[in-house]
């Protein structure tokens, strides 16, 4: 019998944990206390997704519904600007329980390939609202 090897489920987790980190200082205001916030809800995340997956899995989905209202809180020009970075601690600590349950039998998250593509999305449109805003600014200012 072929032994697994852990190397996708590592490079998943280093994958996640990389995208959230290049991320943070394009897709959050230059406030500490939001930086430290939504870096304080991914390491939760991250670590119940290890301990707890069922209760991670609601937790998350409670995060990214709570991102757009304390990202207006703080003075984001987006609601949902943390909601990325969030699923990025979550999808990374899964991806690492995964190395650990080879024997266990799967959980059953019906939903975690639609937050999966909703996270995707949503970097997607975050990283196209800031070009389109950029572009629009030089546009503005009269830059060729």
Do not use: N
Not at 23 to 36: D, E, I, Q
Not at 59 to 68: E, F, P, R
């Amino acid at each position: 019998m072929k032994r697994p090897t852990p190397v996708p489920g590592l490079l998943a987790c280093v994958g996640w944990l990389s995208a959230a980190v290049a991320m943070t200082p394009f897709l959050l205001p230059s406030r500490p206390a939001y930086r430290t916030l939504v870096a304080a809800v991914a390491l939760l995340l991250f670590a119940a997704s290890l301990l707890a997956p069922r209760v991670a899995f609601v937790l998350a989905m409670s995060a990214v519904s709570l991102a757009g209202v304390s990202a207006l809180l703080f003075g984001a020009p987006e609601p949902a600007v943390a909601g990325p970075l969030v699923l990025a601690g979550f999808f990374a600590g899964a991806a690492l329980r995964d190395i650990y349950q080879i024997h266990a039998p799967p959980l059953r998250a019906p939903l975690l390939s639609v937050w999966r593509a909703f996270g995707v999305v949503s970097a997607v449109s975050m990283g196209a609202a800031y070009v389109a805003a950029r572009s629009g600014y030089l546009l503005f200012r009269g830059v060729p």
